[in-house]
Each structure stands twice: as C-alpha cells, then as structure tokens.
C-alpha cells in the first residue's frame, strides 16, 4: 500500500488540503494556514501511520468523497461523522483498510464543524513555501477541492495504529475561551471590558478559516484616533468598527490596524475550529501578563 493518486469524487462544502501550517513567512505578510483543529489533524495521522506533519483533507461540515487508485489506510477525525467505505459503514477515529478503488464516503457532521481525513502516505501536493496547506486569505497553496480533480499520495513510511479506544474531546455545547488582556485593552471602556467578561456572544455565520466572528453586544472603546497597523498572531481578539469581537485563526492577516482587547491562548484554539453559527461564546479575561 503506497503512493499512488487520490480522486474526489464529491469535494463537499469546502475541504482543503492541510498540515501543521506555513511557518517563519509572517514577515512577508504570508499567514500560517494549517489545520484549525491540530490534535484531531495529528490524531488521524498517528491513526494510519503519517508523521504529524503530513498532509490531510479538512472537510467543512458536508464531508467529502474520495476514491484512491492503491489500497491504502485512511481515517477520519474532528467533527464525528457517519463514515462509509463502498456504501458500508466503517468506523469513525480508527484506521479503516480501503481497497483500490474503493469510495470512501465522510457525511454530514452530526456535531462541530470540520473532520479530519488521513491517508496512508498523505497528501503530496507540491509544498508551497514549506508547506502543502491551502491558505484561502492570501490564496497560497493547492485550491480548495473540487469533484474530479486528481491528487498525489506520498510513499507510505509508518504503521497504522490499532488502538481499542481512542479518548477524544468532543466538539463543545458552549465555547468559553480565556484571553489575556492586552495589548490594547487601555483602548476600551471599564464598561466594555466588563462586558467582554460577563456577556453572552454568538458565532456568527460569517465565520472562517480567517476568524471566528462574534453577534452579540458591542464592546465601547474609550480611545477614538486611528491606529498604524501592527502585528496581528493567532487568536488575537481584534475589535473593528462595529465593536463586535473577531478571534483570529490560521488565516489571519499578519498585521492589522484595529485594536487588540487580548489574545486567546493558541492551546485554547482548536475547540473554536469545531465552533458552529449561533454556538454561545463565553470569553474569560485575564489581566496577568504571563
């Protein structure tokens, strides 16, 4: 089982090609992409034998289809979803055997957002500036997947893993992420400090790869004057003009010119990749600097 191509047979809502990301480019305002959810991309490596670092399909909630032309070990993590192999269910979270020029099927997520599909071998898209992860805000790296399109497998170079239970977190009932505050909370009112901390925010539809948007009550900034545009990192919590909080992810600008009330810890993250429209958002400031 090694090498070989991959065919998509249905590319479903938006799945992308990633890895661990693009990193050690920010200076030339290139994002670091890669997975959103990093330990549900890993696990799903360790399960069929990938290093960490080799490439997945991140599906976006409707899953995707796919057949290879070698017998290969693929398995399917993140977001649980009803898993078939030529129409017969097959296991979620586990190495799954699929014959040559088998389909497998990854439906409609019954909860969360994005699942993870590995490939024995992974995904051996030309790297792009050290890495094969699409990047949909400055458009580096493959192409978010279409049906037909042929992609190439790596060689195989490790074992599958049989494990009996795999202990996974699952994707949340209400998202709660503790922020540091900083660097620009002394550019907003006590008053929306405290309603960063004790109200009640809602994913937004308009969400991305880009960021985590908020609906919800506005955050008050007591400093009007414009700002020159200075780096932005992941999970930073940038309040625009319209005083709704946006958390950024893989995707995010390198820069920025709007105000940052605090940062979400990046461990903190891949909960908020699983984080669907109208999912309740708690934020928890933290004024220490660590």
Not at 131 to 159: C, F, K, M, N
Request: aromatic share 4%; proline share 10%; charged share 15%.
């Amino acid at each position: 089982m090694s090498g070989g191509k991959l065919e998509v047979v249905r590319a479903g809502a938006l799945t992308t090609i990633q890895d661990l990301g693009r990193f050690g480019h920010a200076s030339l305002g290139v994002p670091r992409s890669g997975a959103l959810d990093q330990p549900a991309h890993r696990l799903a490596n360790r399960l069929v034998g990938n290093p960490a670092d080799a490439a997945t399909l991140e599906t976006t909630l409707t899953g995707v289809a796919v057949r290879t032309t070698h017998a290969a070990i693929v398995a399917v993590t993140g977001a649980p979803a009803p898993v078939r192999v030529n129409g017969r269910p097959a296991a979620w979270a586990s190495a799954v055997h699929l014959p040559a020029g088998a389909v497998l099927e990854v439906g409609t997520v019954t909860s969360g957002l994005r699942s993870y599909v590995a490939i024995s071998g992974g995904v051996a898209v030309p790297p792009v500036l050290g890495s094969r992860s699409t990047d949909l805000l400055s458009g580096l790296g493959p192409a978010p997947l279409r049906g037909g399109e042929t992609l190439p497998l790596g060689e195989v170079v490790g074992s599958p893993l049989h494990a009996d239970t795999v202990v996974w977190q699952g994707p949340p009932q209400e998202l709660v992420l503790p922020v540091l505050l900083g660097p620009r909370d002394d550019w907003f009112t006590t008053t929306a400090v405290n309603t960063l901390a004790t109200a009640r925010f809602r994913v937004s539809p308009n969400s991305n790869r880009i960021a985590l948007r908020m609906d919800g009550p506005t955050l008050e900034r007591a400093v009007h004057r414009e700002m020159p545009s200075e780096g932005m990192v992941v999970g930073a919590v940038q309040v625009p003009p319209d005083g709704k909080p946006v958390v950024f992810l893989a995707d995010c600008p390198t820069t920025g010119g709007y105000p940052v009330i605090g940062v979400v810890p990046e461990n903190r993250l891949p909960t908020a990749a699983q984080a669907v429209p109208g999912l309740q958002v708690r934020f928890v400031p933290d004024r220490r600097r660590h």
